[in-house]
């Protein structure tokens, strides 16, 4: 078992950036694959980004590539997701995963463990 604990969300204007974080317990952190998905009102969850166990590869949704970074600290047991010219587009309840199945990154089914979930807000 494997509890994720997001947190970092808030409101932010168009432009602006957010930090989250996602701290992990449980069963060894440095096992999974972490992932960072989203989901806004109305719509699917969608994939934004993951990084691999050993921190070597990451991967972005294209809609965020550039203005994203996923980093963690195998460490502290936490991963992060920076966000930069953050978009109202952006607005959404951002979860963390935990994966250590094969299989595609960006797909939730994957996922073994999910976190509660923050809320992203961008006004505009």
């Known amino acids: 078992q494997v509890q994720l604990v997001e947190s970092g969300g808030g409101l932010v204007q168009a432009g602006g950036s957010l930090r989250l974080s996602c701290a992990a317990s449980?069963?060894?952190?440095?096992?999974?694959?972490m992932g960072w998905f989203r989901q806004a009102p109305g719509k699917e969850r969608e994939f934004v980004a993951a990084?691999?166990?050993?921190?070597?590869?990451?991967y972005y949704a294209d809609s965020v590539k550039g203005r994203f970074t996923i980093s963690r600290d195998n460490a502290k047991n936490t991963v992060y997701l920076q966000m930069n010219s953050l978009k109202p587009a952006d607005t959404a309840v951002y979860y963390c995963?935990?994966?250590?199945?094969?299989?595609?990154?960006?797909?939730?089914?994957?996922?073994?463990?999910w976190g509660q979930g923050t809320q992203v807000t961008v006004s505009s």
């Open positions: 449980g069963q060894t952190f440095s096992r999974y694959t």
């Open positions: 990084i691999s166990r050993s921190t070597s590869s990451t």
């Open positions: 995963a935990a994966k250590s199945r094969v299989g595609p990154y960006t797909s939730g089914s994957m996922y073994d463990y």
